[in-house]
């Protein structure tokens, strides 16, 4: 449910080095990101670039206040807040349908990585 899930969010907020970004119209809250930042170790570290990277885990924008600017000022203050605390690059996931969100990515310079791929059984 939406508490367990906002409680879990502020929990990686609080011990990941991370931040909450809040854009506001009017004295309402029209959007948030949330970030932390991840340090790989161990073999992940060998495999994997960049050791230190930040994580969005969390970008929304009350739909009528989409294709407006409030996503991507919050994406880049959040992209600020993660190299200004040493992070090389930034990850996120993106939900495949959501081919919206796939697109603004895309136009704020994101590119694959890896695909993930499930199948119910």
């Given amino acids: 449910d939406f508490e367990e899930y906002a409680r879990i969010t502020l929990e990686k907020v609080k011990h990941g080095e991370g931040k909450i970004f809040l854009a506001e119209e009017g004295g309402t809250v029209i959007g948030l990101v949330a970030g932390i930042v991840d340090v790989l170790?161990?073999?992940?570290?060998?495999?994997?670039?960049?050791?230190?990277?930040?994580?969005?885990?969390?970008?929304?924008?009350?739909?009528?206040?989409?294709?407006?600017?409030?996503?991507?000022?919050?994406?880049?203050?959040?992209?600020?807040?993660?190299?200004?605390?040493?992070?090389?690059?930034?990850?996120?996931?993106?939900f495949a349908p959501n081919l919206s969100a796939y697109a603004f990515y895309k136009k704020m310079g994101y590119e694959n990585r890896v695909f993930n791929m499930i199948k119910s059984i």
């Fill in 41 to 94: 170790s161990g073999i992940d570290a060998v495999e994997c670039f960049p050791r230190r990277y930040g994580k969005v885990l969390e970008l929304y924008v009350e739909e009528s206040y989409r294709s407006i600017g409030a996503g991507r000022l919050l994406m880049e203050q959040m992209e600020e807040y993660l190299k200004s605390v040493g992070c090389t690059a930034v990850v996120l996931e993106c």
